[in-house]
Nanobody
Framework: VQLVESGGGLVQAGGSLRLSCVASGADFSRNAMGWYRQAPGKPRELVATIGSGGTTNYADFVKGRFTISRVNAKNTVDLQMHSLNVEDTGAYYC?????????WGQGTQVTVSS
């Protein structure tokens, strides 16, 4: 099972980025998927999750700025990010739940400059 993120990069504060994640080796269409992030020197934290039916859950610090979406037929999950600020800097990880296990991608770096 492999999850591969893309779309990270350097952006100025106030800008936008769209992260994408493609899963292979397992079908996550009936399972929750999500995004986490980890800033330097800080623990990894939940950003957003989306259930198989499209139910979403967001961390308070991204509500109204980020949108998670998925295409079950393509086994993908995206994260559209707007109004980025320097506190959003970090490595962003895609996840997919399968039974008792959570699979993680390798991460994509997002750097927001002031």
């Amino acid at each position: 099972v492999q999850l591969v993120e893309s779309g990270g990069g350097l952006v100025q504060a106030g800008g936008s980025l769209r992260l994408s994640c493609v899963a292979s080796g397992a079908d996550f269409s009936r399972n929750a998927m999500g995004w986490y992030r980890q800033a330097p020197g800080k623990p990894r934290e939940l950003v957003a999750t989306i259930g198989s039916g499209g139910t979403t859950n967001y961390a308070d610090f991204v509500k109204g700025r980020f949108t998670i979406s998925r295409v079950n037929a393509k086994n993908t999950v995206d994260l559209q990010m707007h109004s980025l600020n320097v506190e959003d800097t970090g490595a962003y990880y895609c996840t997919g739940d399968k039974g008792w296990r959570t699979y993680w991608g390798q991460g994509t770096q997002v750097t927001v400059s002031s």
